[in-house]
């Protein structure tokens, strides 16, 4: 019929969680749908297994719930049905601080009590709402840290968060980019203090209590979860080598799977949710100003190890009462933190056993990632030895390595977000999407 909508045959590269939440999206309009993933199972980055009873993840640990919109697609999906609530220790959070960990503060009274922060950064952190806003264009999570909490601050509160978050630096990160609402608050309110209490950015959109969750298979289970809706699976074990712009506006990509069979078909949409450092691996024939994708591959990611270590409850002194802990950069330590992952979900360890999960490397230390194995986890064991005062080594061990880990919204990302722009606009039907455009946090590459 003239004038009615055709449905489009879309084309999805990665069976991510990206890829499935923008697959399943396109099959809400009406578009068929097929998804390319080159490895034998859905979840991209998001990777659980477990070994000799020990549930292992590889990439997030959790979620963090606070949307309504996220809310609403989790349970449109059927979703919360298997999520799993982390313990509610977890509320806790810790750092080190002169070798020692230190819970941080949860309320005003315990701040004033902790030594998180010394008098003198304490009093500092007090006047930020006096401090008058500024704006600057390009302005890092450091400067905008520094200029309005205090160095101090900026040392043992947002490096580590960094750390934790990203595998890198505040000095690293733009801060429009990486962490927008602390701008807008600014902006909005003249003071972060002022913002926070007056409810925020956004406020309408949260919910008025947050959850932190996970699934009793680990957070693979998210994207099998997700991946369970499309009205057609996921081609697995298949590789696109190729992806052609042909003269009548269609796309043809060519590949193939892991037995040597070869896959060709045409599509009137392509949407890319590859990482970023995967984009060059593909042959990009007759697409406007294909340059650009160059610059899209140009995304910093830095390598990151993490040991995950198994013991039994009593050779740890340390109460293991929260999320886990993050270490600053002038601690001069080896490892960026750990998290506590028996006490955030008590099925990853076997009964009377506790699992730590401890990241090396990233932007901070990125020379130890070259490290051998056993390296590496010794680095790991003598750190949280000292730290956690754990007696003899332990029973279970295990590494996993990403060469390429977390897509760093830096001084690049401008440049990226607007090389994606100008491809999608000048090659009709091409869309570039995932982590390294929408932002690394989970909620960020599902709604």
């Not at 890198?168 to 209490?197: C, D, N, T, V």
């Not at 590859?274 to 340059?291: A, G, M, N, Y």
């Not at 990853?348 to 699992?355: F, N, Q």
């Not at 009709?428 to 455009?437: C, D, R």
Request: with cysteine; aromatic share 8%.
């Amino acid at each position: 019929m003239e004038g009615q909508k055709r449905n489009k045959k879309v084309c999805v590269l990665g069976a991510g969680i990206s890829g499935i939440c923008q697959a399943l999206a396109r099959e809400e309009q009406g578009d068929d749908v097929t998804v390319y993933e080159k490895q034998s199972q859905v979840g991209g980055v998001l990777k659980s297994k477990i070994i000799q009873g020990y549930l292992l993840d590889y990439g997030a640990n959790t979620l963090s719930l606070r949307s309504k919109k996220l809310k609403k697609l989790f349970e449109k999906f059927h979703i919360l049905e298997q999520a799993i609530d982390a313990d509610h220790n977890c509320s806790k959070r810790f750092i080190v601080r002169n070798s020692k960990i230190i819970a941080l503060p949860t309320g005003f009274f315990s701040f004033l009590n902790s030594p998180f922060l010394s008098f003198q950064g304490k009093l500092r952190l007090l006047i930020e709402p006096f401090i008058r806003p500024k704006n600057f264009k390009d302005e890092t999570m450091a400067s905008f840290i520094e200029r309005r909490l205090g160095k101090e601050v900026l040392e043992y509160a947002a490096n580590p968060f960094v750390g934790g978050v990203y595998a890198s630096k505040p000095e690293s990160l733009l801060l429009k980019h990486a962490f927008p609402s602390l701008l807008e608050l600014e902006q909005k309110y003249g003071s972060l203090f002022k913002g926070i209490i007056k409810g925020g950015i956004n406020r309408d959109e949260k919910l008025p209590k947050s959850r932190l969750i996970s699934f009793q298979g680990g957070m693979q289970e998210l994207p099998i979860l997700f991946a369970k809706h499309l009205a057609r699976k996921p081609v697995l074990n298949s590789r696109i080598t190729t992806v052609l712009k042909e003269n009548n506006g269609r796309w043809r990509v060519f590949g193939e799977t892991s037995e040597k069979e070869k896959i060709e078909e045409v599509f009137d949409e392509i949407i890319s949710t590859l990482p970023s450092h995967c984009l060059t691996e593909i042959e990009w024939k007759s697409v406007t100003d294909v340059h650009l994708i160059g610059d899209l591959a140009q995304a910093s990611s830095p390598p990151l190890a993490l040991t995950f270590l198994g013991y039994s409850r009593e050779q740890i002194r340390h109460p293991l009462d929260g999320f886990g802990f993050l270490v600053p950069e002038v601690e001069k330590r080896n490892i960026l933190g750990t998290l506590f992952s028996s006490t955030l979900f008590k099925n990853r360890a076997p009964k009377d056993k506790t699992l730590l999960t401890s990241f090396i490397g990233g932007e901070r230390n990125p020379e130890l990632f070259d490290l051998a194995d056993d390296e590496i986890l010794s680095l790991s064991i003598s750190e949280n030895q000292k730290l956690l005062g754990i007696q003899g080594n332990p029973e279970f061990s295990h590494l996993v390595r990403w060469p390429n880990s977390i897509p760093l919204p830096d001084q690049s990302t401008s440049m990226r977000l607007d090389a994606a722009k100008v491809l999608t606009e000048r090659n009709a039907g091409l869309v570039f999407s995932g982590s390294h455009i929408l932002g690394a946090p989970l909620p960020n590459c599902i709604t």
